[in-house]
């Protein structure tokens, strides 16, 4: 059995989490590995129902994702959370209480993540209409010492996903694959 571990995913909304987490979630299944994703947007309607996005809130959020992603981890399962987790102290909390931890900062500019909206919630912001959205009217702490960045405004999915594989690769998170792609 291979080793578990946590791929966290954080960064601001419309970065690119989810379709990282899912994409490499495909690739590591079809790799043998045993995965779960941990999506934010998923683990709200039931895990934390009823949480808000006080920053309190949002730490407990992060503090219930990084408890069960750890007791996958431990087990051999490779425990993919994507998160906004806009505070470094409870992203790095979490960490702390991992053996394998691997910390991807999927970042993008402001503009372009406007320019994407995907929820349609940044034009809702900018036009103060949400309060305490990440990034306009509440903070977003990077990581200081991520093991990768991922500049998702100036690359496509795929690419990203290429650049993640070798960096876990790199790092030995996983085993090399024969052939490069
Ligand atoms: N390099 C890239 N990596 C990931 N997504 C990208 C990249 N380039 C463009 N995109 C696009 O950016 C969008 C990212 O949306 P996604 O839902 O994955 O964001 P998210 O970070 O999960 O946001 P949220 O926190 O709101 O859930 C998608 O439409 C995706 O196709
Ligand atoms: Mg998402």
Redesign the pocket.
Known sequence: MSKGFTLWFT??????????ANLVAEELRARGHRVEVLD??EIRTHLSKGLGFSKEDRDTNIRRIGYVCNLLARNGVIAIA?A?SPYREVRDEVRSQHERFFEAY?ECSLDKLVE?D??GLYKKALAGELKGFTGVSDPYEPPLNPELT?S?SS???Q??LAKLLDSLEARGYISRQGVKR
């Open positions: 960064g601001m909304s419309g970065a690119g989490k989810s379709t990282l934010g947007d994507a906004i999927v994407r995907v929820k991922i998702s690359e496509t999915a690419e990203s």
